[in-house]
């Protein structure tokens, strides 16, 4: 291969892409109503790498490479690795002076972020991309890094041997299109509609696509081959209206599209970075209005800093955002984070990335880390202070990566009970308690799914009718309560006040897991029996799944309780249960977030848990719900 430079003109509007984009994930993570979804900015970046990583390395002509494999992957490691690893231990240190019990996680994350395997770290240890009680992980938003940089290591050589073996790049291309649709086809395979789709969100196989299709974009559409001469005026109008739909349906996507749409994972994820693939290809070229437009000065300077946005920004929100907060941003906090985000990027961008990107590792070194005692007295306080603090920082990571410091206190969830089932006038509960795990785990294993539909001793009706609820003339027969963790917060404290209540609780259960639990409590489903469903915690759910639930026990009388849960889809989740609660006559909704929402005190440390006054508050909530 050729040992030449690489040759590639820079296009502003590129930059203006970056930066809405980069703009888009951060009010996703802000959880801004107006940007549910922003997350397909990581979508954008994706496209874009595969387009300027192959557009960079493709002769004019013939099969030979522009750059060596070396020369490339040393500059990608001087553009990708000295950011990275400085967030990764600023955030751990910071983590362990100030939140040690995010460490007893944070540990693998670090080391998984250290070696980009983060994503596939995440998806054997179950981490939700959009779940994950108590503060997420400050670390993970780094799994679309080490996508990126999986590829970076593998693409060079595939696209060498690909222009050896075919050496036609039309040819080529058809490939590369070929392996993006099975990469999407894998990822609709495998997505499980209402499960949690984080499998397939962080997947190298499942998100390789997006890379692809940038790729594919750079075989049919050299960017070293465009120019304005070429096209003619009515070609010119023709390119610049396609532009603005594109540009449109980027901008409707990132504002009405949402992470729990099963279309999403069947094809609407492809068919946006199609989009976006027309839309570079758009404002690449240079008749392109739209590019001039995104080559805005202020647009350009947030794009050429999107890496080191991207970067801190995750941390610096997590870090800094009480647990009560997540899901319900208070604006002042938002605009104080947004303007540290800015200052670190740009210290980031300034004197860490563009000095080693041109002068390279040893070359930095030599300017900013001297250890001569001769030659302190002469050095600049900026180059006295890295020089301390850099080897301070590192010893601080090491100690605390390596365990010899301590870990604070856990979460509460840690030694809880995972499961929990009360039988009629039973005087006592059965916690059950299974091995420690990172999170609630709201994607089961198969082995777990059984669990949730043991051989339980169902209580006949007729065995109860003597347990009524002395508060009221016309009691139920017969309660029923299923629910979540939250349900297993309450189990005892609801058995007093209704002794004659079932209840099958189960930590990180979803809607999807009780509809096959339902059928072993079809005795329930009578007049005048009462069914008081929770659920909702840990994720969303289909409209067909809860319908299914609820006509299970059509007959009954159907407590609805709604949720207060600092994550993403609380509004979604409290949305369609307050819809079947106006659907249907049978059922009443209990407001739980109402409440809850203004009382972190009701909760424990993790924001999802119930304190003994949270037990007290929701209790009284059904109890009174119950006795109207």
């Not at 800094?320 to 899901?327: F, K, L, M, S, V």
């Not at 509004?571 to 407001?591: M, R």
Request: hydrophobic share 45%.
């Amino acid at each position: 291969m050729s040992g030449k430079s690489l040759n590639h003109r820079y296009i502003p509007g590129l930059d203006g892409i970056r930066a809405l984009a980069v703009l888009a994930v951060i009010a996703y993570h802000f959880n801004f109503s107006w940007a549910r979804g922003g997350f397909l900015g990581v979508d954008i970046f994706f496209v874009l790498s595969g387009y300027l990583i192959t557009s960079t390395m493709l002769p004019l002509k013939g099969n030979q490479l522009t750059v060596s494999l070396k020369k490339f992957w040393i500059g990608r490691f001087r553009r990708l690795l000295p950011a990275a690893y400085v967030m990764i231990i600023t955030s751990f240190v910071w983590a362990m002076l100030f939140h040690k019990e995010l460490l007893h996680t944070l540990r693998g994350d670090a080391l998984s972020s250290i070696f980009y395997s983060s994503n596939w770290w995440f998806i054997f240890h179950k981490l939700s991309y959009f779940d994950s009680f108590g503060s997420p992980s400050p670390l993970k938003n780094l799994w679309s890094l080490a996508i990126e940089e999986q590829f970076y290591v593998i693409w060079p050589l595939l696209l060498m041997i690909g222009l050896y073996v075919v050496k036609k790049q039309s040819k080529l291309a058809k490939i590369v299109f070929f392996g993006a649709i099975c990469s999407a086809l894998l990822m609709a395979i495998l997505y499980q509609p209402g499960a949690d789709p984080s499998r397939v969100y962080y997947g190298t196989d499942t998100r390789c696509f997006e890379l692809l299709i940038g790729c594919w974009l750079a075989l049919i559409w050299p960017m070293k081959r465009l120019s304005s001469q070429k096209l003619s005026t009515s070609h010119m109008k023709k390119l610049n209206a396609i532009s603005f739909i594109s540009f449109t349906i980027f901008l409707v996507s990132i504002m009405y599209v949402d992470e729990f749409q099963t279309f999403l994972y069947r094809g609407g994820m492809f068919l946006f970075c199609l989009n976006a693939a027309v839309l570079i290809a758009c404002v690449c070229h240079p008749v392109s209005i739209l590019g001039r437009i995104l080559a805005w000065k202020p647009l350009c300077w947030i794009g050429s800093r999107s890496y080191s946005i991207y970067l801190w920004h995750y941390p610096v929100m997590v870090l800094g955002t009480p647990i009560h907060e997540i899901g319900n941003p208070s604006y002042w906090r938002i605009a104080l984070q947004l303007v540290l985000i800015v200052t670190i990027a740009e210290c980031s961008y300034r004197f860490i990335e563009m000095p080693i990107r041109k002068e390279g590792f040893w070359a930095y070194y030599r300017t900013y880390f001297v250890f001569n005692k001769k030659k302190w007295g002469s050095l600049t306080f900026s180059r006295k202070v890295s020089t301390v603090m850099v080897p301070l920082f590192l010893l601080v990571f090491f100690t605390g990566i390596t365990g010899v410091v301590g870990e604070g206190q856990q979460s509460s969830k840690d030694s809880y009970p995972t499961a929990i089932k009360i039988n009629g006038d039973e005087p006592t509960a059965n916690p059950i308690k299974e091995p420690d795990k990172t999170t609630d785990n709201p994607s089961p294993s198969k082995e777990e799914e059984v669990a949730d539909v043991p051989d339980i001793e169902t209580p006949k009706p007729e065995e109860n009718e003597t347990n009524v609820v002395p508060e009221k003339e016309d009691a139920y027969q017969n309660i029923l309560a299923i629910g979540d963790s939250v349900m297993i917060d309450i189990a005892t404290s609801l058995h007093k006040v209704f002794p004659n209540i079932t209840i099958d609780g189960k930590i990180g259960r979803q809607v999807s897991q009780a509809v096959k639990l339902a059928p072993n409590y079809a005795s329930f489903n009578q007049s005048n029996n009462a069914i008081i469903i929770q659920l909702g915690t840990n994720g969303y759910f289909t409209n067909d799944q809860i319908d299914t639930l609820l006509a299970a026990f059509a007959n009954a009388d159907i407590y609805l309780v709604n949720t207060r849960v600092p994550r993403a889809w609380e509004g979604k989740v409290n949305a369609s249960l307050h819809q079947k609660s106006e659907e249907h006559e049978n059922i009443t909704l209990i407001d739980w977030h109402a409440a809850a929402l203004n009382h972190p005190e009701y909760f424990a440390p993790d924001g999802v848990h119930l304190e003994k006054k949270g037990v007290e508050v929701l209790t009284n909530l059904i109890q009174q719900s119950i006795n109207k």
